[in-house]
């Protein structure tokens, strides 16, 4: 004797992660400063508004992160993007997903605006910008340049060179990395000024 089958229940519902997340914006021209801005992890909308256009994902190392970047390296009133193509060229940029989203591999250029996030999550979430990205692409300068070789990855040293501006210590750099067959990696970081010890004359 057969037995009707149970009816079927419908799947489970579930809730799309809904957090807000904090990215550098890095804009096209040096006229407009890079500044932290803060959006949802989830649409794609958002970054499509802040960047003008299909977004291409560039994950960038020392740290892990992710370079959101325009697809499309043409269009109206787009721009040479020299600040974000000299990151993605010092932290070693490599396409996500569709190779041809980067057109120049061994010279990455990023064209209009750009947006620096965190690592993505095993489920494809976007996350906060890691701090040491927020802290030196917001700095108003100097900087300095630090350099890890392949005998040592792990340490990073550096010397009492500033520079003005973090595309200036990136150049600077770029050319070590060129130079130096010792160098693995090099990194820009933000320089303070150290604090006076005099006491105040007030």
């Keep these: 004797m057969s037995h009707p089958l149970p009816p079927q229940l419908p799947a489970p519902q579930v809730a799309p ?28 909308a958002a970054q499509q508004r802040l960047l003008w256009g299909t977004v291409a994902a560039w994950r960038l190392s020392h740290p892990d992160s992710i370079l959101a970047v325009r697809e499309e390296t043409a269009g109206p009133g787009i721009k040479l993007n020299m600040r974000a193509s000299h990151l993605a060229q010092v932290h070693r940029a490599t396409a996500i997903g569709d190779a041809t989203s980067m057109p120049t591999p061994d010279a990455p250029l990023v064209f209009g605006p750009a947006l620096v996030m965190g690592p993505r ?26 350099v890890s070789t392949h005998s040592d990855p792990d340490t990073w040293n550096g010397n009492d060179t500033t520079f003005p501006t973090f595309t200036a210590a990136h150049l600077w750099g770029l050319d070590l990395l060129q130079r130096w067959r010792l160098a693995k990696d090099v990194r820009a970081v933000a320089v303070h000024p150290e604090p006076s010890d005099s006491p105040d004359q007030s």
């Design 17 to 44: 992660r809904r957090e807000i997340i904090t990215a550098v914006l890095i804009p096209q021209t040096f006229l407009s400063p890079v500044r932290i801005v803060r959006l949802s992890d989830g649409p794609i």
């Design 121 to 146: 999550t095993t489920d494809g979430w976007d996350t906060s910008a890691p701090k040491e990205f927020q802290d030196v692409l917001t700095h108003p300068g100097p900087f300095a340049i630090q």
